[in-house]
């Protein structure tokens, strides 16, 4: 069974700085994407950054980007998002995601997801 477990959310000032992770088990994704999402109150669900197989491709919102930074460790199954100079507008719920397929985009087409972290900046 696929297991994937975001951790380090939580509430900040802004301008902090926050880390959350994301651990999976069941299986590995070595070949594939893994992404962040986010999802605020009353909002659709939105695309936060993307990292490769190898990790050596990244892609991210416009929002977060210069911001954020996103990484992973292959050995550990493990996906990381580094959030610096946050935002109240960056308060939502953090998802992991990770997929076995190829993909022409980086935002879509995720099979295994996340409970979720809330991620919550005061002004």
């Known amino acids: 069974q696929v297991r994937v477990v975001e951790s380090g959310g939580g509430l900040v000032q802004a301008g902090d700085s926050l880390r959350l992770s994301c651990a999976a088990s069941?299986?590995?994704?070595?070949?594939?994407?893994k992404a962040w999402f986010r999802q605020a109150p009353g909002k659709e669900r939105e695309f936060v950054a993307a990292i490769s197989g190898s990790g050596g491709t990244t892609y991210y919102a416009d929002s977060v980007k210069g911001r954020f930074t996103i990484s992973r460790d292959n050995a550990k199954n493990t996906l990381d998002l580094q959030m610096n100079s946050l935002k109240p507008e960056d308060t939502a719920v953090y998802y992991c995601?990770?997929?076995?397929?190829?993909?022409?985009?980086?935002?879509?087409?995720?099979?295994?997801w996340g409970q979720g972290t809330q991620v919550t900046v005061s002004s």
């Open positions: 995601a990770a997929r076995v397929r190829v993909s022409l985009s980086p935002k879509d087409d995720y099979d295994y």
């Open positions: 069941g299986r590995t994704f070595n070949n594939y994407y």
